[in-house]
Every structure is written in structure tokens, then in C-alpha cells.
């Protein structure tokens, strides 16, 4: 061990030209010793040194980037090896800790910037089933290998379900065993940052999830980390009463200690910091503010939590992107001021559900136009939500993907291609920040299972929804500056008619308006509606085109001569022919 006047600052392992400085926070231990492969494994390893407020540090001369360690914990008669809780790579959960180097990887002067939120179209995807076989999880690597079947898609951001190291080969991710790890099955961290590099190459940003309401609990090194705890609890990391108990497990962490917020906040600001990402979706923050996730039972420090590090994000790093699976609808989530949490937007169940019955229905007159109006006024800042049909959670666990549950036995017949691109262009041209799930641009038919690969023959057999989907995604992004009002946050209904089954709405930037038109019958309508101007409206997409699917009608709807007749509140009117289940885009000429 070599002795240094003044020990290096930080947590965890901190490789250094000499060798390796390691510091640990175990305020319950006798005493802390690191051993590794630079010790051969010895028993007693390298003692650390006691320091202020529970932290423990030697700094080891030969410890080198690639060593594996573990730390050595005595409390009383216990005698703990444990995984440094802030290593960035391990072997396995259950395995060893990697010295890693944080600073070697070369980022080839990375400058990229999350897109502004008026120009973020996101596809979830998860990194184990993306690009894998039966029997073989994918990693980072292979989903790398799509990234220019994204790019070709249009979208601007890519959101990866989480990807810390959790227990076993498959997960959904939302188990982490070491909150700072890649998943070694993944790849690693270089493999992350290599992903984002990649990524960032195709102009696109890269949104991780982040687990904070719970850890493990499986594989968890975190628990009775120092080998102190209270009423059979997880120890310093957790609660040790009531306020633990999460459908995960008896995970949640201590909010209220200072050392395991300074844990969170310093894990979030890694991702930023040193993986480069351009936004963070943290997960099911419903169980960081409140005890049971029904509302009730506050999580006062759990609340300031989250205001605490959403307001250091956006002071440090104000073009990232930060959003929250709430669920509640509730303003506070987006609200900076007023004691509000400070997210940027919330995943809004208000959206998927009612636009999911619209399009799941099996009889047209169970459709209701005024409750999809609802759905896609949402509220006055449209992009502090995030719009969607199909996520994760939607199609998982007995929820099956759209052309499914609109018709199962026929998943790839009319009724379920018609209605499954009606979704995916609401989706596209409501107010929000719109997001897709994987495989849903090439009507991917299995519910998702994080051991069950994408079928990604369907890309090609179904191509041209794909292009569908490009399309749809390119008009929302204004790629060829002819449909700015789609990323407007102006937002108004033009035309509702339940006994019908039709609607329109205008979207209105400071640079210009679109006209949405939607038939969810299966009739094809002439559907009259005021429209914001006079003179001529272009077409500029029909999903029900013969070109998107060799099933489709395609129903010729031509553009319109606004006439100046006024009609419902607008100083013109004109005429719009709609496909079945189809919706169409107009713009000025």
C-alpha cells in the first residue's frame, strides 16, 4: 500500500497513474480492507483507514483499471465481502467489482445536444429482446447495429429500459443490483458510451431509464451493507420501518439520509456526466413520494429528493431532458415553482387509454370522439407530457400490443393495420412529445417478454408501414419545413361529430398551422369542418394510402379550396374526404 499526504476526493475506485485510491461508506464496521486480484485474494487485503462520517480509504499502489475487488466488511463478529455500491463495472451481480477507469474512453470530441422538446420523437426500446436470438439476450452492441433503421425511422431520441447490472441473463431492468454497473450483459460501460457515441453519429439522443424507488432485491449487495439494520431491514442504504416496503420488495431507499441522497443525486449525474446521455426517465416516482403508490402516505424527503436533483440537472445541464413515470396526471410533476418536482414531462396515462379504446373497440358506436378530445387536448403546455399507444408496461404481463387486441385472430389483417397506423398517427400529431415502442412500426404482433426477441423479418414484410411510420414521424418533426403547426404547442378542435365517428383539430406553431382530420369508422366520410384560413390546403399525408399497405383503400382525399365561409368559430370552411379508419394532414400551399 503506498501512503499519500492528502487523499484523493470522490467514492468508489479512482484509478490514478500510481495505482488505485478506494474510498466506501460503512458508518457501522470495526473495520473495511480491499482485496482483489492485485492481492492475489489474500484474507486480510488492504486495511482502510477510518475517516469522517462513517467513509473508509486506502489508496493502493498497483491496482490497475481491470482489477477485480471486493471489500472486506467486520462488524462485531460478522465478516461481509461485499461489491464497492459505487463500482461502474462488475463481473456479475452476485460476482466482483472492476477497477474502471472513467475518464479513458474517447469520446472523439462528442458535442451532441438533446433536440428541443418540440422536436423529440422517442422509440423505447429494451436492450435485451431489440437484437437477440432464442436463448441469447442481446447487448449494446447488436442495438448499436440499429441504429440506422432508426435513423431511416426519423425519430430523435432513443429511450433505453434500464440497463444497470440486475440479477440472472433476462430482466425488464427495473431490479437493479448495482445502480452504478452497465450490466456486464450488456456489455459494460464502455459499451454504453461506445452506444451513445454511435448514436449521437445518427443524430440521435439517448434517454436512459432510472430506477430511485426501489433497488434489487435480489443479487443486492446494498443490503445490511455494513451489517447494521433494524427490524430485519436493508440497513444504511434503506428504510428501516413501514416506509420500505415497495410491490418490489422492502427496497425503497433512505431518502432522508444524507449519504444515500448524495448516492442518488450522484448517480444521476453519472449518466450525464460520464455516459454522455441527453435525458433520464426515472421510474414509477409515484413510490418516491409516497408510501403505498395510492397517493397516500407521504414521502415528504422522497418529494424533496426529486426537486433536489431535477433543479441540479437543469441548473448544470439545461439542454437535457427529464421525465417522469407518474401516472397521476398530477401538474406537480412538471412544476418547477410552488415546491413542484421539477421534471421537464410525465409519461400521461390520460392519453394512451382512452386513444387505446378508440382503436380497440369493436363496435364503431363504442368509440367516443369527445372522450379522444379530451385525451388530445390534454392541458395548456402540451410538451410536458408524453403521448404514446404502446409502451413497456402497456404490452406486457396479458396487455397485448394494438393489432392484437383489435383483433387476434387476425393481427395482420385489415381491421388491425388500419386502426394499429390510426394510432400511431394520432399519436404523431396530437399535442406532446410522442413515443413509440419497439417493433410497433412493423406491427410487431408478441407481447413484450424480456426473453422473447423482436421479429425483425417483420421490417421487411412490413415495409411499407414502416414507411408509414417515416413518414408520419418526418411530417411531426417539420424535416421538410412544410408542417411547423405540428410542433406547436397551439392546439384546437375544429370538428366533432360522435354519431359520425369524426374529428379535426388544428396545431399551431408561431410559423405556421396543420389540419388533423379523423375517421374512426369504418366508412369512408366527407367530413365539412371550418378550417383556419381561406385558399388552398395540401395534403400531406393519408395513412389510408394503397402505397402504406396492399390492403388499404387507398381513398383518394384531394386538396382542399378553402372556401371564406365561416363554420364553427373558424373564418373559412371546406370539405375533407376520409378514408376508413384513417387520418389525413393538411397545410397551407
Not at 484523493?8 to 474510498?23: C, D, K, N, Q, V
Not at 433536440?115 to 426500446?125: Q, T
Request: proline share 5%.
Amino acid at each position: 500500500m503506498s501512503e499519500h499526504e492528502s487523499p484523493r476526493p470522490g467514492l468508489g475506485s479512482m484509478p490514478h497513474e500510481g495505482g488505485t485510491a478506494f474510498r466506501v461508506w460503512a458508518p457501522n464496521a470495526d473495520a473495511v480492507a480491499v482485496t482483489g486480484s492485485f492481492t492475489d485474494w489474500s484474507d486480510e487485503g488492504h486495511p482502510m483507514q477510518a475517516e469522517d462520517n462513517g467513509h473508509w480509504y486506502v489508496d493502493v499502489e498497483g491496482a490497475r483499471p481491470g482489477d477485480e475487488y471486493q471489500l472486506a466488511i467486520t462488524n462485531g463478529d460478522q465478516r461481509l465481502m461485499r461489491i464497492d455500491p459505487r463500482a461502474r463495472a462488475v463481473t456479475h451481480s452476485s460476482g466482483n467489482a472492476v477497477v474502471y477507469d472513467r475518464d479513458a474512453f474517447d469520446w472523439e470530441g462528442d458535442s451532441f445536444a438533446c433536440p428541443p422538446h418540440d422536436d423529440l420523437v422517442i422509440y423505447e426500446a429494451h436492450i435485451g429482446s431489440f437484437v437477440a436470438t432464442d436463448g441469447d439476450a442481446g447487448d449494446l452492441g447488436r442495438v448499436a447495429g440499429k441504429l440506422g433503421h432508426l435513423a431511416d425511422l426519423g425519430v430523435s431520441a432513443v429511450e433505453l429500459m434500464p440497463v444497470t447490472e440486475f440479477a440472472g441473463d433476462y430482466s425488464w431492468g427495473y431490479n437493479p443490483s448495482n445502480p452504478f454497473a452497465v450490466s456486464s450483459s450488456y456489455g459494460g460501460p464502455d459499451a454504453l458510451k461506445d452506444f451513445v457515441k454511435q448514436a449521437h453519429h445518427h443524430g440521435i439522443a439517448v434517454i436512459l431509464d432510472v430506477v430511485i424507488n426501489h433497488f434489487g432485491p435480489s443479487d443486492l449487495a446494498l443490503w445490511q451493507f455494513d451489517g447494521w439494520s433494524e427490524n430485519e431491514k436493508g440497513g444504511i442504504y434503506f428504510y428501516n420501518d413501514e416506509r420500505s416496503a415497495t410491490p418490489w420488495g422492502d427496497t425503497r431507499p433512505d431518502y432522508g439520509r444524507e449519504e444515500v441522497r448524495s448516492y442518488l443525486h450522484d448517480n444521476v449525474l453519472m449518466w450525464l456526466e460520464e455516459f454522455h446521455l441527453d435525458g433520464l426517465r426515472f421510474d414509477a416516482t409515484l413510490y418516491v413520494r409516497t408510501v403505498d403508490g395510492l397517493g397516500t402516505g407521504d414521502v415528504p424527503e422522497g418529494w424533496d429528493l426529486m426537486r433536489s436533483v431535477t433543479a441540479s440537472v437543469r441548473e448544470t445541464y439545461p439542454d437535457k431532458v427529464l421525465i417522469a413515470e407518474d401516472l397521476q396526471s398530477d401538474p406537480a410533476i412538471t412544476t418547477v415553482d410552488d415546491g413542484g418536482a421539477g421534471f421537464h414531462a410525465q409519461w400521461d396515462p390520460g392519453f394512451v387509454h382512452p386513444v387505446r379504446q378508440v382503436l380497440t373497440a369493436v363496435d364503431d358506436r363504442e368509440r367516443s370522439m369527445s372522450e379522444l378530445a379530451e385525451a388530445l387536448r390534454g392541458n395548456d403546455e402540451p410538451f410536458r407530457r408524453v403521448v404514446y399507444t404502446e409502451s413497456h408496461d402497456e404490452v406486457a404481463e396479458g396487455s397485448l400490443r394494438v393489432p392484437d387486441e383489435v383483433d387476434g385472430g387476425d393481427p395482420t389483417g385489415w381491421a388491425a393495420q388500419k386502426r394499429a397506423t390510426l394510432g400511431l398517427a394520432m399519436t404523431l400529431t396530437a399535442p406532446g412529445i410522442p413515443m413509440l415502442f419497439q417493433g410497433q412500426e412493423f406491427l410487431e404482433g408478441q407481447e413484450f417478454r424480456d426473453t422473447v426477441p423482436l421479429d425483425w423479418d417483420r421490417a421487411e414484410q412490413f415495409r411499407d408501414i414502416v414507411r408509414l411510420t417515416g413518414d408520419l414521424v418526418r411530417l411531426r418533426r417539420d424535416t421538410d419545413g412544410v408542417s411547423r403547426g405540428l410542433r406547436g404547442e397551439g392546439f384546437e378542435v375544429l370538428h366533432l361529430d360522435d354519431e359520425a365517428k369524426t374529428i379535426a383539430w388544428a396545431r399551431r406553431a408561431a410559423e405556421g398551422v396543420a389540419v388533423v382530420v379523423v375517421n374512426a369508422s369504418a366508412e369512408p366520410r366527407d367530413i365539412s369542418l371550418g378550417m383556419p384560413s381561406a385558399g388552398r390546403w395540401t395534403v400531406r399525408f393519408n395513412s389510408d394510402a394503397s402505397t402504406y399497405s396492399a390492403l388499404f383503400a387507398g381513398h383518394e382525399t384531394h386538396d382542399v379550396e378553402a372556401a371564406e365561409e365561416p363554420l364553427d368559430d373558424q373564418p373559412a370552411s371546406g370539405t375533407v374526404s376520409v378514408g376508413a379508419y384513417s387520418l389525413v394532414v393538411l397545410t397551407p400551399a
